[in-house]
Protein backbone atom coordinates (compact mmCIF):
# COMPACT_ATOMS: atom_id res chain seq x y z
CA UNK A 1 0.00 0.00 0.00
CA UNK A 2 1.08 3.21 -0.67
CA UNK A 3 0.12 6.64 1.29
CA UNK A 4 0.98 10.45 0.81
CA UNK A 5 0.60 12.42 3.62
CA UNK A 6 0.08 16.05 3.09
CA UNK A 7 0.79 18.62 5.42
CA UNK A 8 1.61 22.43 5.81
CA UNK A 9 4.46 21.90 8.38
CA UNK A 10 6.52 18.98 9.45
CA UNK A 11 9.21 17.90 12.03
CA UNK A 12 12.06 18.56 11.55
CA UNK A 13 11.72 20.35 8.63
CA UNK A 14 9.04 23.35 9.15
CA UNK A 15 6.81 23.75 12.90
CA UNK A 16 4.49 25.62 14.50
CA UNK A 17 2.70 23.47 16.57
CA UNK A 18 1.53 19.89 17.39
CA UNK A 19 0.61 19.32 13.42
CA UNK A 20 4.08 19.39 12.70
CA UNK A 21 5.10 16.82 15.67
CA UNK A 22 2.54 14.32 14.39
CA UNK A 23 3.58 14.52 11.12
CA UNK A 24 6.91 13.96 11.67
CA UNK A 25 6.49 11.06 14.31
CA UNK A 26 2.82 8.91 12.13
CA UNK A 27 4.75 8.43 8.73
CA UNK A 28 7.34 6.92 10.53
CA UNK A 29 4.99 4.02 12.59
CA UNK A 30 3.12 3.90 9.46
CA UNK A 31 6.39 2.48 7.25
CA UNK A 32 7.12 -0.17 10.37
CA UNK A 33 4.22 -1.02 9.67
CA UNK A 34 5.13 -2.07 6.19
CA UNK A 35 3.53 0.91 4.56
CA UNK A 36 4.95 2.69 1.33
CA UNK A 37 4.93 6.49 2.81
CA UNK A 38 5.98 9.64 1.67
CA UNK A 39 5.08 13.20 2.62
CA UNK A 40 4.98 16.57 0.78
CA UNK A 41 5.20 20.09 2.19
CA UNK A 42 5.76 23.43 0.97
CA UNK A 43 9.04 24.23 0.52
CA UNK A 44 9.71 27.11 3.26
CA UNK A 45 13.00 29.36 4.05
CA UNK A 46 16.06 28.15 5.45
CA UNK A 47 15.04 24.24 4.48
CA UNK A 48 17.07 24.00 1.91
CA UNK A 49 20.19 25.87 3.90
CA UNK A 50 19.49 22.66 6.81
CA UNK A 51 18.71 19.35 4.33
CA UNK A 52 20.43 18.37 1.55
CA UNK A 53 17.97 18.44 -1.15
CA UNK A 54 17.58 16.76 -4.78
CA UNK A 55 15.66 18.27 -7.90
CA UNK A 56 13.49 15.32 -8.74
CA UNK A 57 13.25 17.57 -12.43
CA UNK A 58 9.62 17.77 -11.94
CA UNK A 59 7.46 20.83 -12.65
CA UNK A 60 4.14 21.80 -11.23
CA UNK A 61 2.28 24.23 -13.30
CA UNK A 62 -1.12 25.29 -11.32
CA UNK A 63 -3.67 27.69 -12.78
CA UNK A 64 -4.09 30.79 -10.19
CA UNK A 65 -6.96 33.25 -11.10
CA UNK A 66 -5.72 37.00 -10.59
CA UNK A 67 -8.60 39.56 -11.10
CA UNK A 68 -10.09 38.77 -14.89
CA UNK A 69 -7.55 35.80 -15.66
CA UNK A 70 -6.15 32.89 -15.22
CA UNK A 71 -2.09 32.87 -14.60
CA UNK A 72 -0.58 29.39 -14.91
CA UNK A 73 2.04 29.28 -12.03
CA UNK A 74 5.13 27.19 -11.71
CA UNK A 75 6.62 25.60 -9.23
CA UNK A 76 9.49 22.84 -8.84
CA UNK A 77 9.71 19.91 -7.03
CA UNK A 78 12.36 18.85 -4.47
CA UNK A 79 13.24 15.58 -2.46
CA UNK A 80 14.63 14.70 0.61
CA UNK A 81 15.06 11.02 2.01
CA UNK A 82 15.41 11.43 5.81
CA UNK A 83 16.95 8.88 7.71
CA UNK A 84 14.34 6.21 8.17
CA UNK A 85 14.31 6.21 4.31
CA UNK A 86 11.15 7.84 3.81
CA UNK A 87 11.03 10.40 0.66
CA UNK A 88 10.23 13.91 1.93
CA UNK A 89 8.86 16.58 -1.53
CA UNK A 90 8.62 19.67 -0.74
CA UNK A 91 6.87 22.40 -3.79
CA UNK A 92 9.08 25.29 -4.07
CA UNK A 93 8.15 28.21 -4.93
CA UNK A 94 9.20 31.40 -3.26
CA UNK A 95 6.48 34.05 -4.31
CA UNK A 96 4.68 31.97 -1.93
CA UNK A 97 6.75 29.85 0.52
CA UNK A 98 10.21 32.07 0.94
CA UNK A 99 8.77 33.97 3.98
CA UNK A 100 10.06 34.47 7.52
CA UNK A 101 6.97 32.64 8.55
CA UNK A 102 4.42 30.05 7.65
CA UNK A 103 0.97 31.44 7.95
CA UNK A 104 1.42 34.73 9.90
CA UNK A 105 3.16 37.61 10.80
CA UNK A 106 2.47 39.03 14.30
CA UNK A 107 0.35 41.71 12.71
CA UNK A 108 -2.11 39.00 11.58
CA UNK A 109 -2.46 36.24 9.20
CA UNK A 110 -0.75 36.53 5.23
CA UNK A 111 -3.35 38.57 2.93
CA UNK A 112 -2.53 35.84 0.34
CA UNK A 113 -3.18 32.38 2.66
CA UNK A 114 -5.68 31.71 -0.20
CA UNK A 115 -3.68 30.82 -2.88
CA UNK A 116 -0.49 29.81 -1.54
CA UNK A 117 -2.19 26.52 0.35
CA UNK A 118 -4.62 26.69 -3.21
CA UNK A 119 -1.32 26.48 -5.33
CA UNK A 120 0.11 23.99 -2.51
CA UNK A 121 -2.90 21.46 -2.87
CA UNK A 122 -3.33 21.33 -6.55
CA UNK A 123 0.11 21.75 -7.12
CA UNK A 124 0.39 18.30 -5.06
CA UNK A 125 -1.81 16.48 -7.48
CA UNK A 126 -0.05 17.90 -10.83
CA UNK A 127 2.96 16.15 -8.89
CA UNK A 128 0.74 12.78 -8.64
CA UNK A 129 -0.07 13.25 -12.60
CA UNK A 130 3.31 13.65 -13.64
CA UNK A 131 4.52 10.65 -11.73
CA UNK A 132 4.68 7.33 -12.67
CA UNK A 133 3.20 5.40 -9.60
CA UNK A 134 0.45 7.24 -7.41
CA UNK A 135 -0.62 6.39 -4.14
CA UNK A 136 -3.42 4.32 -3.11
CA UNK A 137 -4.31 7.13 -0.35
CA UNK A 138 -3.76 10.70 0.25
CA UNK A 139 -3.65 11.16 3.55
CA UNK A 140 -4.58 15.20 4.12
CA UNK A 141 -3.99 17.37 7.42
CA UNK A 142 -6.11 20.59 8.45
CA UNK A 143 -7.29 23.28 5.92
CA UNK A 144 -3.90 23.68 3.99
CA UNK A 145 -4.30 20.30 2.41
CA UNK A 146 -8.61 19.91 2.90
CA UNK A 147 -8.46 21.10 -1.32
CA UNK A 148 -6.92 18.08 -2.25
CA UNK A 149 -10.52 15.63 -1.62
CA UNK A 150 -12.63 18.59 -2.81
CA UNK A 151 -10.48 18.41 -6.35
CA UNK A 152 -10.25 14.61 -6.65
CA UNK A 153 -14.28 14.58 -6.38
CA UNK A 154 -14.43 17.70 -8.73
CA UNK A 155 -12.04 19.03 -11.41
CA UNK A 156 -9.69 15.49 -10.90
CA UNK A 157 -12.76 13.07 -11.43
CA UNK A 158 -12.32 12.14 -14.76
CA UNK A 159 -8.27 12.04 -14.51
CA UNK A 160 -7.24 8.51 -15.56
CA UNK A 161 -4.01 8.81 -13.32
CA UNK A 162 -6.23 10.01 -10.13
CA UNK A 163 -9.33 8.37 -10.32
CA UNK A 164 -9.79 6.04 -7.76
CA UNK A 165 -7.27 7.63 -5.31
CA UNK A 166 -8.90 7.45 -1.66
CA UNK A 167 -8.38 10.50 0.68
CA UNK A 168 -8.59 10.69 4.77
CA UNK A 169 -8.76 14.37 6.35
CA UNK A 170 -7.67 14.31 10.05
CA UNK A 171 -8.89 17.36 11.53
CA UNK A 172 -6.20 18.71 14.21
CA UNK A 173 -7.96 21.25 15.78
CA UNK A 174 -11.36 22.96 14.41
CA UNK A 175 -11.01 26.19 15.50
CA UNK A 176 -8.21 26.91 12.17
CA UNK A 177 -10.42 26.33 8.71
CA UNK A 178 -9.10 28.48 5.90
CA UNK A 179 -11.97 30.85 5.64
CA UNK A 180 -11.23 33.45 2.63
CA UNK A 181 -13.64 35.82 0.77
CA UNK A 182 -16.34 34.36 -1.64
CA UNK A 183 -14.51 35.49 -4.75
CA UNK A 184 -11.58 32.79 -3.85
CA UNK A 185 -14.31 30.36 -5.33
CA UNK A 186 -12.91 31.84 -9.13
CA UNK A 187 -9.20 31.51 -7.89
CA UNK A 188 -9.56 27.91 -6.68
CA UNK A 189 -11.37 26.80 -9.73
CA UNK A 190 -14.92 25.46 -8.55
CA UNK A 191 -17.43 26.15 -10.21
CA UNK A 192 -20.27 28.57 -8.44
CA UNK A 193 -22.64 25.22 -7.80
CA UNK A 194 -19.84 24.53 -5.20
CA UNK A 195 -20.61 27.92 -3.44
CA UNK A 196 -23.71 26.49 -0.96
CA UNK A 197 -23.59 25.06 2.19
CA UNK A 198 -23.69 21.79 1.30
CA UNK A 199 -19.80 22.18 0.26
CA UNK A 200 -17.72 25.41 0.85
CA UNK A 201 -19.98 27.80 1.41
CA UNK A 202 -19.78 29.39 5.04
CA UNK A 203 -21.65 32.43 5.99
CA UNK A 204 -20.69 34.36 2.51
CA UNK A 205 -17.46 32.71 2.49
CA UNK A 206 -15.44 30.52 0.96
CA UNK A 207 -14.12 27.68 3.49
CA UNK A 208 -11.37 25.22 2.66
CA UNK A 209 -12.08 22.77 5.97
CA UNK A 210 -15.67 22.66 4.89
CA UNK A 211 -14.85 21.81 1.34
CA UNK A 212 -12.63 18.72 2.30
CA UNK A 213 -15.02 17.76 5.58
CA UNK A 214 -17.66 17.33 2.74
CA UNK A 215 -15.63 15.68 -0.17
CA UNK A 216 -12.85 13.00 1.84
CA UNK A 217 -13.52 9.68 2.19
CA UNK A 218 -12.73 9.53 5.47
CA UNK A 219 -12.16 12.24 8.52
CA UNK A 220 -10.20 11.82 11.56
CA UNK A 221 -9.71 13.89 14.08
CA UNK A 222 -7.04 13.28 17.08
CA UNK A 223 -8.86 11.96 19.92
CA UNK A 224 -12.16 10.04 20.57
CA UNK A 225 -13.52 12.09 22.95
CA UNK A 226 -12.77 15.77 20.61
CA UNK A 227 -14.49 13.59 17.86
CA UNK A 228 -17.75 13.55 19.93
CA UNK A 229 -17.36 17.40 21.64
CA UNK A 230 -16.89 18.42 17.87
CA UNK A 231 -20.07 17.61 16.60
CA UNK A 232 -22.08 19.93 19.54
CA UNK A 233 -22.53 23.29 18.98
CA UNK A 234 -20.37 24.52 21.64
CA UNK A 235 -17.00 22.74 19.94
CA UNK A 236 -17.81 23.09 16.44
CA UNK A 237 -16.93 26.06 15.28
CA UNK A 238 -19.91 26.48 12.92
CA UNK A 239 -19.44 22.89 11.46
CA UNK A 240 -20.91 20.82 13.45
CA UNK A 241 -23.92 20.18 11.46
CA UNK A 242 -21.73 19.31 8.84
CA UNK A 243 -19.98 16.58 11.16
CA UNK A 244 -22.98 15.34 12.56
CA UNK A 245 -24.49 14.63 8.70
CA UNK A 246 -20.72 12.71 7.93
CA UNK A 247 -20.96 11.11 11.73
CA UNK A 248 -20.21 7.47 10.10
CA UNK A 249 -17.03 8.28 7.99
CA UNK A 250 -15.48 10.17 11.31
CA UNK A 251 -13.13 8.49 13.40
CA UNK A 252 -11.22 9.61 16.64
CA UNK A 253 -7.47 8.24 16.93
CA UNK A 254 -5.16 9.25 19.26
CA UNK A 255 -2.35 10.70 18.53
CA UNK A 256 1.14 9.15 19.97
CA UNK A 257 4.46 10.39 21.52
CA UNK A 258 7.43 9.93 19.93
CA UNK A 259 9.62 8.39 22.46
CA UNK A 260 12.61 8.47 20.69
CA UNK A 261 12.37 12.45 21.19
CA UNK A 262 10.34 12.04 25.04
CA UNK A 263 11.75 9.64 27.17
CA UNK A 264 13.35 10.50 30.57
CA UNK A 265 15.62 7.00 29.88
CA UNK A 266 17.46 8.56 27.37
CA UNK A 267 16.77 12.08 27.06
CA UNK A 268 20.43 14.58 26.50
CA UNK A 269 18.28 17.75 27.43
CA UNK A 270 17.97 16.65 31.35
CA UNK A 271 20.84 16.38 33.85
CA UNK A 272 19.81 13.31 35.30
CA UNK A 273 18.10 10.28 33.22
CA UNK A 274 15.12 8.08 35.07
CA UNK A 275 12.94 5.38 34.63
CA UNK A 276 10.18 3.55 36.33
CA UNK A 277 12.27 1.05 37.51
CA UNK A 278 14.81 3.37 38.97
CA UNK A 279 12.73 7.18 39.32
CA UNK A 280 15.66 8.35 41.63
CA UNK A 281 17.20 10.88 38.93
CA UNK A 282 13.71 12.97 38.72
CA UNK A 283 15.38 14.57 42.28
CA UNK A 284 18.39 15.76 40.77
CA UNK A 285 16.13 17.03 37.25
CA UNK A 286 14.06 19.16 40.24
CA UNK A 287 16.75 20.63 41.96
CA UNK A 288 18.68 21.87 38.41
CA UNK A 289 14.93 23.23 37.37
CA UNK A 290 14.87 25.20 40.64
CA UNK A 291 18.20 26.49 40.13
CA UNK A 292 17.36 27.50 36.84
CA UNK A 293 14.59 29.11 37.59
CA UNK A 294 16.08 31.47 40.50
CA UNK A 295 13.80 29.63 42.90
CA UNK A 296 14.91 27.74 46.05
CA UNK A 297 16.12 24.68 46.02
CA UNK A 298 13.77 22.52 48.21
CA UNK A 299 13.02 19.03 47.34
CA UNK A 300 9.69 18.89 49.50
CA UNK A 301 7.71 21.54 47.94
CA UNK A 302 6.05 20.18 45.04
CA UNK A 303 6.54 22.08 41.65
CA UNK A 304 3.27 22.87 39.96
CA UNK A 305 4.13 23.32 36.16
CA UNK A 306 2.76 24.55 32.99
CA UNK A 307 4.26 24.80 29.43
CA UNK A 308 2.05 26.26 26.56
CA UNK A 309 0.87 28.67 24.56
CA UNK A 310 -0.45 31.06 26.68
CA UNK A 311 -4.34 31.89 25.28
CA UNK A 312 -8.00 31.41 26.46
CA UNK A 313 -7.95 28.10 24.44
CA UNK A 314 -5.44 26.52 26.69
CA UNK A 315 -7.33 27.56 30.00
CA UNK A 316 -5.05 30.77 31.17
CA UNK A 317 -8.07 32.61 31.71
CA UNK A 318 -9.17 30.26 34.34
CA UNK A 319 -5.16 30.30 35.87
CA UNK A 320 -5.89 34.34 35.58
CA UNK A 321 -8.70 33.79 37.69
CA UNK A 322 -7.45 31.30 40.31
CA UNK A 323 -3.82 32.41 40.10
CA UNK A 324 -4.04 33.97 43.49
CA UNK A 325 -5.14 30.77 45.23
CA UNK A 326 -2.46 28.86 43.97
CA UNK A 327 -0.08 31.03 45.04
CA UNK A 328 -1.34 30.95 48.47
CA UNK A 329 -0.43 27.05 48.62
CA UNK A 330 3.40 25.73 49.69
CA UNK A 331 4.35 25.04 46.40
CA UNK A 332 6.33 26.55 43.61
CA UNK A 333 4.81 27.77 40.10
CA UNK A 334 6.48 27.20 36.99
CA UNK A 335 5.76 28.64 33.54
CA UNK A 336 7.31 28.35 30.14
CA UNK A 337 5.59 29.75 26.80
CA UNK A 338 4.42 32.83 24.74
CA UNK A 339 1.07 34.12 23.83
CA UNK A 340 -1.40 36.91 24.12
CA UNK A 341 0.30 40.18 25.73
CA UNK A 342 -1.76 40.41 28.70
CA UNK A 343 -1.12 37.09 29.90
CA UNK A 344 2.75 37.81 29.52
CA UNK A 345 1.97 41.26 31.57
CA UNK A 346 0.38 39.09 34.55
CA UNK A 347 2.81 36.22 34.69
CA UNK A 348 5.58 39.19 34.79
CA UNK A 349 4.01 40.73 37.65
CA UNK A 350 3.19 37.62 39.45
CA UNK A 351 7.04 36.20 39.05
CA UNK A 352 8.02 39.75 40.49
CA UNK A 353 5.51 39.59 43.64
CA UNK A 354 6.03 36.06 44.25
CA UNK A 355 9.96 35.81 43.58
CA UNK A 356 10.40 32.46 45.77
CA UNK A 357 7.47 30.98 44.16
CA UNK A 358 7.19 31.79 40.67
CA UNK A 359 9.99 30.71 37.76
CA UNK A 360 8.43 32.59 34.68
CA UNK A 361 10.20 32.47 31.32
CA UNK A 362 8.12 34.06 28.40
CA UNK A 363 9.65 32.60 25.69
CA UNK A 364 10.38 29.52 23.85
CA UNK A 365 12.88 27.00 24.90
CA UNK A 366 13.01 23.75 24.18
CA UNK A 367 15.87 22.61 26.27
CA UNK A 368 14.12 23.80 29.34
CA UNK A 369 10.67 22.34 28.02
CA UNK A 370 12.11 18.92 28.62
CA UNK A 371 13.63 19.97 31.72
CA UNK A 372 10.56 21.03 33.15
CA UNK A 373 8.89 17.79 32.19
CA UNK A 374 11.73 16.28 34.12
CA UNK A 375 11.47 17.97 37.01
CA UNK A 376 8.40 19.40 37.60
CA UNK A 377 5.54 17.68 40.38
CA UNK A 378 2.83 17.99 38.82
CA UNK A 379 1.52 19.67 35.27
CA UNK A 380 -1.62 22.01 34.81
CA UNK A 381 -3.40 21.55 31.50
CA UNK A 382 -7.49 23.10 32.01
CA UNK A 383 -7.93 23.64 28.60
CA UNK A 384 -10.98 24.72 27.55
CA UNK A 385 -10.78 22.29 24.41
CA UNK A 386 -7.47 20.14 23.64
CA UNK A 387 -7.96 17.92 20.64
CA UNK A 388 -5.68 15.63 21.70
CA UNK A 389 -2.97 17.44 23.65
CA UNK A 390 0.80 15.89 24.26
CA UNK A 391 2.17 17.20 26.76
CA UNK A 392 0.13 15.01 29.27
CA UNK A 393 1.28 11.90 27.94
CA UNK A 394 4.84 13.29 27.61
CA UNK A 395 4.44 14.21 31.37
CA UNK A 396 3.06 10.47 32.19
CA UNK A 397 6.16 9.52 31.07
CA UNK A 398 8.45 11.62 33.44
CA UNK A 399 6.85 10.92 36.03
CA UNK A 400 4.75 14.77 36.52
CA UNK A 401 1.23 13.95 36.84
CA UNK A 402 -0.94 15.69 34.99
CA UNK A 403 -3.77 17.81 36.10
CA UNK A 404 -6.24 18.51 33.32
CA UNK A 405 -9.54 19.65 32.29
CA UNK A 406 -11.51 16.81 31.18
CA UNK A 407 -12.09 17.67 27.25
CA UNK A 408 -10.50 16.13 24.35
CA UNK A 409 -7.38 13.94 24.23
CA UNK A 410 -6.98 15.09 28.17
CA UNK A 411 -10.32 13.26 29.03
CA UNK A 412 -9.27 10.19 26.73
CA UNK A 413 -5.77 9.51 28.56
CA UNK A 414 -6.18 11.07 31.71
CA UNK A 415 -8.28 9.14 34.76
CA UNK A 416 -8.81 10.49 38.45
CA UNK A 417 -6.40 8.69 41.15
CA UNK A 418 -8.06 6.82 43.56
CA UNK A 419 -5.66 6.52 46.59
CA UNK A 420 -7.89 3.73 48.32
CA UNK A 421 -7.45 1.38 45.10
CA UNK A 422 -4.21 2.61 43.61
CA UNK A 423 -5.32 3.11 40.37
CA UNK A 424 -5.51 6.44 38.05
CA UNK A 425 -2.81 8.46 36.65
CA UNK A 426 -3.67 12.10 37.09
CA UNK A 427 -6.29 14.85 38.36
CA UNK A 428 -9.25 15.84 36.35
CA UNK A 429 -12.01 18.11 36.63
CA UNK A 430 -15.05 18.68 33.94
CA UNK A 431 -16.49 22.22 35.25
CA UNK A 432 -14.94 25.15 33.46
CA UNK A 433 -14.22 26.72 36.78
CA UNK A 434 -11.45 28.28 38.24
CA UNK A 435 -13.37 27.00 41.77
CA UNK A 436 -13.44 23.65 40.05
CA UNK A 437 -9.60 24.37 38.80
CA UNK A 438 -8.48 25.15 42.66
CA UNK A 439 -10.41 22.15 44.29
CA UNK A 440 -8.36 20.07 41.94
CA UNK A 441 -5.13 21.38 42.88
CA UNK A 442 -5.83 21.13 46.38
CA UNK A 443 -6.28 17.64 46.37
CA UNK A 444 -3.51 16.99 44.30
CA UNK A 445 -1.39 18.74 46.95
CA UNK A 446 -2.72 16.30 49.52
CA UNK A 447 -1.89 13.15 47.67
CA UNK A 448 1.31 14.71 47.26
CA UNK A 449 1.67 14.81 50.92
CA UNK A 450 1.47 10.83 51.47
CA UNK A 451 4.74 9.68 49.67
CA UNK A 452 3.17 5.95 49.63
CA UNK A 453 0.02 7.39 47.19
CA UNK A 454 2.30 9.28 45.27
CA UNK A 455 4.67 6.89 44.01
CA UNK A 456 2.14 4.67 43.37
CA UNK A 457 0.49 7.35 41.24
CA UNK A 458 3.81 8.35 39.11
CA UNK A 459 4.35 4.48 39.07
CA UNK A 460 0.70 3.95 37.00
CA UNK A 461 1.66 7.06 34.97
CA UNK A 462 5.13 6.19 33.62
CA UNK A 463 4.27 2.50 33.04
CA UNK A 464 1.80 3.57 30.57
CA UNK A 465 2.38 3.22 27.04
CA UNK A 466 1.42 6.08 24.35
CA UNK A 467 3.73 5.30 21.39
CA UNK A 468 2.57 5.70 18.01
CA UNK A 469 2.32 2.16 17.51
CA UNK A 470 -1.06 1.52 18.33
CA UNK A 471 -2.74 4.53 16.37
CA UNK A 472 -0.61 3.74 13.67
CA UNK A 473 -2.78 0.56 13.01
CA UNK A 474 -5.47 1.98 13.50
CA UNK A 475 -4.39 4.44 10.68
CA UNK A 476 -3.47 1.11 8.37
CA UNK A 477 -7.27 -0.52 9.06
CA UNK A 478 -8.54 2.57 8.09
CA UNK A 479 -6.47 3.05 5.21
CA UNK A 480 -7.18 -0.70 4.50
CA UNK A 481 -10.73 -0.26 4.93
CA UNK A 482 -10.94 2.57 2.10
CA UNK A 483 -8.48 0.78 -0.33
CA UNK A 484 -11.17 -1.98 0.08
CA UNK A 485 -14.47 0.07 -0.14
CA UNK A 486 -15.63 -1.50 3.14
CA UNK A 487 -16.74 0.44 5.93
CA UNK A 488 -13.98 2.12 8.15
CA UNK A 489 -14.73 -0.01 11.29
CA UNK A 490 -16.39 1.51 14.45
CA UNK A 491 -16.94 5.60 14.61
CA UNK A 492 -16.64 7.45 17.00
Not at 464 to 473: C, G, I, L, N, R
Request: hydrophobic share 35%; charged share 25%.
Amino acid sequence: MKVLMVSSEVVPYAKTGGLADVVGALPLAIHQLGVDVSIILPLYRGIEKKFPLERTGIKVRVPIAIEDRIVRKQGEVLRHRNDQGIDVYFIKKDEYYDREYLYNMPEGDYPDNAPRFTFFSRGTLEFLRSRDTRPDIIHCHDWQSALIPVYLKTLYAEDPLLKGIKTALTIHNLGYQGVFWKWDMRLIGLDWSYFTPEYLEYYGRVNFLKGGLAFADALTTVSRAYAEEIQTQEYGHGLDGVLRSRRDRLFGILNGIDYSIWNPETDEKIPANFSASDPSGKAECKQALQRALGLPEQPAVPIVASVSRLADQKGFDLIAQGIEGIMNYDLQFVLLGTGEKRYHEMFEDIKRRYPDKAGIRIAYDDTLAHLIEAGADIFLMPSRYEPCGLNQMISLKYGTVPLVRATGGLDDTISNFVPEKGIGNGFKFKEYSSSALLEKVSEALSIYRSPKHWSRLIQNGMSEDHSWQASAEKYLALYKSLVQGAGAGEGN
